[in-house]
């Protein structure tokens, strides 16, 4: 007979206790893009909905931008930073291979020794970190989690690529997730497609810097086949997302709240007809002032749309993020 090991016992269900959000002070309006590339302000906004993002100054780095946003989702959560006891970073632009960021960020959060990690997803990064917390709360290996959704893009865009230059922005959003008494974190549908991988991808590959190499090579930068993933988003994403509401038992007339990833104002307006999302859903349209910030951008747009009142603590809202990967994660949460 095997020893009996006793199971982990956690709470019955997990719920967003609380949000926040970052964004760098500099305000960057599509002229500032046209500087570098051939294109015009109706173009941008047009085929991306995009009008000005916000770019980091030197000072506002990854983990700045991180303890900003955390330390207002604690507040917003009413717990204290010594509550929490699992760090969790979404993230493609810390440039340290090793050590993750997240344990900075533990420690000069104030969470102590609690464990911390950084995830690669991509912009469905924050929606990944969303759902491991969940399983953390709901197993009893966590009761509070930190989840920050973190990037600078800017360090990562060729400013004289036409086909992203305007897309990119910097920024941090964070949640607390904890326990609850209902369900207030649904089922997530998630996976991935490798076979798209080159679809949006980094330029150049860090090992590409040995021996003298970077002399000849251009920095890195997300490079992508822009319609490719805008026919993938658009048809695939749909399906993933009404497969996260029929999973919640939530139909698209109970919704109060649709925030997708801030990727195309396009793609959004196209998820709004396949879902048949009815009038009276908030939609999240951040990216118009905030352009596509990957990791950030659901947090960012969350809590955007609860502090402008179009959302309200309790509302029932449809989350997605998707990108590079290729890969995606959808659920249906209660807003904090
Ligand atoms: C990037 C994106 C806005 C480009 O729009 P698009 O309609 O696909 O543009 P295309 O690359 O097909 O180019 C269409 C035309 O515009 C031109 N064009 C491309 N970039 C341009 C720019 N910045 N300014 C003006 N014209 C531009 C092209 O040369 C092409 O001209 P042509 O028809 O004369 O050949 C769009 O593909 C997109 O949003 N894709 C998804 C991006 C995304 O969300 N990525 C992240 C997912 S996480």
Redesign the pocket.
């Known amino acids: 007979m095997p020893a009996k090991i006793s199971p982990s016992k956690g709470s019955p269900y997990a719920r967003i206790l609380g949000v926040g959000g970052y964004r760098p002070t500099r305000v960057v309006p599509n002229e500032v893009i046209l500087e570098h ?4 302000d109706e ?2 906004r047009s ?2 909905g995009i009008a000005s993002r916000h770019w980091a100054s030197p000072e506002e780095t990854v983990a700045e931008m991180s303890l900003a946003a955390g330390g207002k989702a604690i507040a917003d959560a009413g717990i204290s930073a010594s509550d929490i006891d699992a760090v969790v970073i979404a993230t493609v632009s810390h440039f340290k291979q090793t050590p993750a960021i997240a344990t900075e960020i533990a420690h000069r959060i104030g969470a102590g020794k609690a464990p911390a990690f950084d995830i690669s997803a ?2 469905a990064g924050f929606t990944y970190g969303l759902t491991l917390a969940k399983s953390m709360v709901t197993d009893g290996t966590a009761q509070h989690v930190l989840v920050v959704g973190v990037e600078r893009l800017s360090d990562l865009t060729d400013l004289e690529d ?6 990119f922005g910097d920024g941090a959003g964070a949640v607390i997730v904890g326990p609850s008494k209902e369900p207030a974190i649904g089922p997530t549908v998630w996976g991935s497609e490798g076979d798209k991988a080159q679809t ?1 991808t980094q330029t150049v590959a860090w090992d590409a810097y040995r021996e003298g190499a970077a002399d000849e090579i251009r920095f890195p930068a997300i490079a ?4 490719a ?2 026919r993938w ?1 658009v048809f695939e994403m749909a399906k993933v997302a009404q497969e996260a509401l029929d999973a919640a038992g939530i139909t698209a007339d109970q919704l109060d709240a649709f925030i997708p ?1 801030q ?2 104002m ?2 959004i307006d196209s998820m709004i007809k396949t879902l048949k999302l009815p009038e009276h859903v908030a939609v999240a349209r951040d990216v118009e002032t905030t352009g ?1 910030t ?1 990791a950030a951008s659901i947090p960012l747009a969350m809590e955007r749309l609860l502090a402008t009142g179009q959302a309200r603590s309790g509302d029932t809202a449809l989350v997605i993020g ?3 990967g290729l890969v995606y994660a959808a659920t249906v949460v209660t807003l904090p």
């Open positions: 590339i051939d294109s015009s173009w941008i085929r991306s991509g912009c036409r086909s992203t230059a305007f897309l949006i992508q086949e822009g319609q993933v805008f988003a990833h990727a195309n396009r793609i596509n990957s998707f990108g590079a």
